[in-house]
C-alpha cells in the first residue's frame, strides 16, 4: 500500500497543502494541492485565529476534492522570527558499552542536550544531532554500534515562542486536522531543494517569503545555524505601492511582471505600463525606475542575510554557497545581485524528483510544502487515520536518523 503524506504550509501569503504518494519506488507523487490566500497570518505569526483557521480549512478541502483523500493529520510548517537556535551538547554514560552502543543511549545523549535553560515563554521545538564523540573520539555521524562507555552528543537546538506555537496548532486543529509533526520552514525547504553534496560541503539556504526571510546554514550534513527575518516579498511590494504611487494589488502586479532586481542589465529606454492612484487609465513609466525600487530593498535583505552568515561564524566553511528558494527568488535578477552582494556562488532552487500534480508547484515558492512531505516520509508518517495530538520537540531518536546518511 502507498504510503500517504500531507503537509501544510501555512505562509503569509498562501497557505498550501499538499497530499503525497510514495510508491514501492520511493518516488513522490502529488494527488492534491490546495493553495488559497493566506488570512489572518503577519510576517509568519498568526494574528487572526478565526481568519487563519478558515484560510486552513479552505486549503485543506480543496486538497481533499483533488486527491479524494479525508485529511486528519499533516506536517505543519512553522515561521516567524519569534524562532530562535542555539547549539547545546549532551553527555551520558553507555548503559551497554561492551555491548555497543544503542539507540535508546542516543536517544538519552540528546535528552541531555535538550536538558537548557530556556525562558517559560519559549519551548524547544527541533533537537537536531550535529555530531558525536564515542570515548574521546571525535567526528562520528553514527554512534550506534560502536564499542564504547561515553558518548557525548553536540545537537542544534531550536525554539519557538510557546504562544505563537499553539496559535499555530490551534488554527490547523479547529480546522479540523491533527498536528503529526512541526517542521521549522527551512528545515522543510532544505529536503526539497538541496543536494546532498551541497549539505555536505556547507551551504546556506535562503528561503525568501512573504513575510520572512528564512536562513538555514549546513555544514557536514547537517543544519548548523538557523535565524528566520522579518523582512520578505511583501516589502517589496510595499515598496513600490509607495515610492510609484500605486495600489498594493497593482504594485505585486507590476513586481510580478516586470520586476528586476538589477537595473543595469535592462534597456534604459524600455517603458512599461502601471496602474496609478488618481489615474483612470495606466501610465507608462522606466522599467528601470520599477527595478531601482526593487534592487534597493533586495541589497538589503541580502546585506542581512550576509550579517547573520558572519555573525554565526560560519562564513569560512561554506564553499557550496547560497540557494535561494521561496516566492521571491523568483524575480528576475535576484541570483546575479545576490552574487554581488554576498560574495558567494549563488544559485535558485526548486522542488524536484516530483510526478504527478506537478504543473504548479515545481517553483521555489512550493519548496517549503514539498520539503514538508519530503520530511514527513524520512520520519514514517501517514496523514490518514487515527488522529495524533500534536507533540512538539518529540521523537528525538527519528531526528538522530533523520540526518544520517543510508546505512547501507
Request: charged share 25%; hydrophobic share 40%; glycine share 12%.
Amino acid at each position: 500500500m502507498d504510503q500517504i503524506l500531507v503537509g501544510i504550509d501555512v505562509g503569509t501569503t498562501k497557505v498550501c497543502t499538499l497530499v503525497g504518494e510514495i510508491g514501492e519506488d520511493e518516488n513522490l507523487r502529488i494527488v492534491g494541492v490546495g493553495v488559497v490566500p493566506a488570512r489572518g497570518i503577519r510576517k509568519g505569526v498568526i494574528v487572526n485565529v478565526n481568519e487563519a483557521t478558515q484560510a486552513i480549512r479552505a486549503s485543506v478541502e480543496k486538497a481533499e476534492r483533488v486527491s479524494g483523500y479525508d485529511i486528519e493529520r499533516a506536517h505543519i510548517g512553522l515561521a516567524g522570527a519569534h524562532v530562535s537556535s542555539i547549539n547545546s551538547r549532551g553527555v551520558v554514560a553507555v548503559q551497554h558499552g561492551d555491548r555497543g552502543i544503542e539507540p535508546e543511549d542516543v536517544e538519552r545523549a540528546l535528552d541531555a542536550a535538550r536538558a537548557i535553560a530556556i525562558p517559560h515563554d519559549r519551548e524547544v521545538v527541533h533537537v537536531v544531532p550535529r555530531g558525536f564523540s564515542v570515548d574521546g573520539q571525535e567526528g562520528i555521524r553514527d554512534p550506534i554500534g560502536m564499542i564504547g562507555f561515553r558518548m557525548e552528543v553536540e545537537a542544534h537546538i531550536i525554539t519557538g515562542a510557546v504562544s505563537s506555537i499553539h496559535n499555530l496548532i490551534k488554527c490547523v486543529e479547529e480546522a479540523g486536522v491533527g498536528v503529526d509533526e512541526l517542521v521549522l520552514d527551512p528545515l522543510a525547504s532544505g529536503e526539497a531543494v538541496l543536494s546532498d553534496t551541497e549539505r555536505e560541503m556547507g551551504v546556506v539556504l535562503v528561503d525568501i517569503g512573504g513575510g520572512t526571510t528564512d536562513i538555514a546554514v549546513f555544514i557536514e550534513g547537517s543544519i548548523w545555524h538557523t535565524t528566520i527575518l522579518s523582512v520578505g516579498g511583501n516589502h517589496l511590494t510595499n515598496d513600490i505601492a509607495v515610492v510609484m504611487k500605486m495600489p498594493s494589488t497593482a504594485a505585486e502586479d507590476a513586481k510580478i511582471q516586470y520586476g528586476h532586481a538589477c537595473p543595469d542589465m535592462l534597456d534604459p529606454n524600455e517603458m512599461i505600463q502601471v496602474l496609478a492612484f488618481g489615474e483612470n487609465m495606466p501610465v507608462r513609466v522606466p522599467r528601470r525606475e520599477l527595478a531601482q525600487v526593487l534592487e534597493a530593498r533586495v541589497e538589503e535583505i541580502f546585506s542581512l542575510v550576509l550579517q547573520e552568515i558572519k555573525r554565526s561564524g560560519y562564513d569560512g566553511l561554506l564553499p557550496a554557497g547560497v540557494v535561494l528558494c521561496g516566492g521571491t527568488a523568483q524575480l528576475r535578477g535576484i541570483r546575479e545581485l545576490g552574487k554581488q552582494v554576498l560574495k558567494l556562488p549563488v544559485r535558485v532552487g526548486g522542488p524536484g524528483e516530483l510526478q504527478g500534480l506537478t504543473d504548479s508547484i515545481l517553483t521555489p515558492a512550493y519548496a517549503t510544502s514539498v520539503g514538508l512531505l519530503r520530511w514527513g516520509h524520512r520520519q514514517g508518517a501517514v496523514g490518514l487515520g487515527p488522529r495524533r495530538g500534536p507533540n512538539v520537540g518529540r521523537r528525538f531518536l527519528n531526528w538522530f536518523k533523520a540526518f544520517l546518511p543510508d546505512r547501507g
